[in-house]
């Protein structure tokens, strides 16, 4: 399983909400790529990088940080947020991005994100399945949607999606536990997803835990940024 920790950038700052809440906005870092190269020491070899202006403005609005946190590091890097369009999409891998994830993009438009599934490959493209109470969220978690989940992943499984990150919006930054029961049923109806967990990480047994469920790989950032986990803990993680 890959750990991977989180960098959320609102106004070019490293920051972290609750439960998706621009309104509850803790700001840990003015540099990203101080955080980014502190978690690139530690081990990591995976970064995730949201721009939540953009998720919320639905336009890219900090890919200089991706371009510079790509430039000083070797870390591999999924960016997300604001990806409307193929334009955005070739702007976030010239910057550097390893993998894109598309989220809102794949609710609203399914055919364009099929396209780049077909024109990029699984690979290189991230589902990003955000949900509240299993229906999908879009736009920076700003908008429930009557998508359900499991209707949601069966018709990207159809046109062959391979990596999804699951956030159950509920959880997300209250370092009370990830959904389990949530990632477990992910799990066992979908062998073929390659699936990271993302949200409410609080403690070394969560990691453990979601492990146990065999999930690809688990999100994890506020419990880094609050100390509730160090990364030289997870060492048997970055070395496999």
Known sequence: MHIIPAIDII???????????????????????????MFEGAGAKRLHLVDLDGAKQKKVVNLKVLESIAAHTELSIDFGGGIQSEEDLKGAFGAGASQVTGGSIAVKNPPLFESWLQNFGNEQIILGADVIDKQIAINGWQEKTTV??????????????????????????????PAMNLY???SNYYPEICLIASGGVSCLEDVHELARIG???????????????QLSDLDIYFNE
């Open 215 to 229: 999930v690809e790989g688990v999100i994890i950032g506020k419990a880094f940024y609050e100390g509730r986990i």
């Open 11 to 37: 106004d070019g700052k490293c920051v972290r909400l609750t439960q998706g809440d621009y309104n509850q906005k803790k700001e840990y870092n003015s540099d990203p790529l101080e955080v980014a190269k």
């Open 184 to 186: 477990r049923e992910i």
């Open 148 to 177: 359900n989940l499991h209707v949601f992943l069966e018709e990207y499984v159809q046109k062959s999606i391979k990596y999804v990150i699951c956030t159950d919006v509920s959880k997300d930054g209250l370092l009370e536990g």
